[in-house]
């Protein structure tokens, strides 16, 4: 007995390890296109579902495209109101993972484990993530597999067969299957377990359904748990999320004989039985609230109001009938540049913060607003390249080069900032902490830096050679401070009063700060030229 009960653990292990990586690799792979599927999803509800349960297919996780979603209306990259469906969306694609146990794919796991480790070790680039990815794939069903064989010997035990008796009392079950869920996090590893049991004939369809109904309520805690710390925006898709859920399963008890028999109906096979059951759960509730998307966001607007964000991920300015025109297209520009600075100066303001102050949603929202910038750095350079097919005068040429080069330093900023969010990440998780004498020297270099970037922003648009001397004084000063700082810190580090662990954390801090005003003063003697 022994024996089986460590086969369940290994595979329990397994089972969970697969999910978490296979998601992180996932996410890093839908990264890369996010903008375009972004574009897709504000452009129709029924879209939006479908990206939900692509999104959420691939990444294995229902939990993670919800948090993803979460993190992006709250950093405005997509409204409110646009997310629903991607969250209706998210809980059919949560349904992939027990339809493929159900197809018994636990039988080639070991086949998707040999072939990515295959293409892992041989691939580069993004075919070794892939094989990576396809290698954690194969583990979570190998890991599903593992417990399956370790349960088999249970299926006399009669304390096991009780628990699953007690389960198919509906309320019960449900309450189990909440808590299950929250246990794990995943919905998807809950529900794969049951469609093995039911093809071990260890759980009936009555015991299963309710233990379905309570994961799908408990895969909603993550989000709202990544809600925390995050503005009314996302408290709204994470608070949605949980209504869709806890609203469905209310129903599906109300009318429970009756969705029994629906379910029994699909299939002759338990294991399916159950697969079905989780589908037909979530797609009764896309149906439902795909209809009453507007009422519903009003009804939670109204339970968390509040002004909501949304932040344009594509430009407001560059017509493409100006093109012609150079003296309206560089006035579009000088615009989409004022915006693509100021939003590179929020992130830094929220950045700063983030050192002596980290919250794991602002850092989260942070990558997202980078993404716009980003997105804007790409459409600008397109739009001026545009512009140079024009016949331009020497003046104009002129312009044209320093606003493609003002458009590479604002990216190069947006960049730096994220290093220092990320720091700030590292001194968090290290436990790390800065001394009072280290913490005085970054407040007064980061003071100086975010006066440079609101100078640089206001040049792009104006001139004023008082702002062009002030951006030029500070960088002098900021080097001074850095070079000062570090020195410093060497002194404290010999004196044990600062560890050797914070050393390369204040450092690289520093040389961020430093590397953002050299990019003011770049924008400043651009602005030069161009007075």
Known sequence: MSYQVLLIITGLFFLLFGVIRLSEKMQMIFSVRIRQYIKQLVSSRFKGIILGALATAFFQSSSATTVLIVSMVSAGLIGFVNSLSLILGAGIGSTVTAQLVALKITDIAPLFIIIGILIWFLAKGKGKIAGEAIFYFGLLFFGLDLMGRGIVSFKDNVGFLDFFQRASNPLWGTLIGFLSTIIVQSSSVITGILVMLGQKGLITINEALPLILGANIGTTITAILASIGTGKEGKRAALSHFFFKFFGVIIVLIIFPLFLLLVKATSGNIGQQIANGHLLFNVFIAIGFSFCLKPFSVLVKKILPGKEKILPLWPEWLDKRFLGEPKKAFMAIEKELDREMALAIENYKKAVELIFDYNKAVKRGLFYV?????????????????????????????????????????????????????????????????????????????????????????????????????????????????????????????????????????NDMLVNFERISDHCTNIAEYAEQLS
């Open 370 to 506: 980078d993404l716009v910038i980003d997105n804007l750095q790409k459409e600008i350079m397109r739009y001026l390249d545009g512009v140079s097919r024009s016949s331009l005068s020497i003046k104009q040429t002129v312009k044209l080069f320093c606003y493609s080069s003002m458009v590479d330093d604002i990216e190069r900023i947006g960049d730096h900032v994220l290093n220092i969010a990320q720091l700030a990440e590292y001194k968090e998780t290290g436990n790390v902490s800065f001394s009072v004498a280290a913490k005085k020297e970054i407040e007064e270099i980061q003071d100086l830096v975010k006066e440079n970037l609101i100078d640089a922003r206001y040049l792009i648009t104006r001139k004023s050679k008082e702002k062009i001397k002030a951006v030029f004084e500070r960088e002098e000063k900021i080097d001074e401070l850095v070079k000062k700082a570090k020195e410093h810190h060497l002194k404290r580090f010999y004196s044990g009063i600062c560890l050797a662990m914070a050393g390369p954390i204040f």
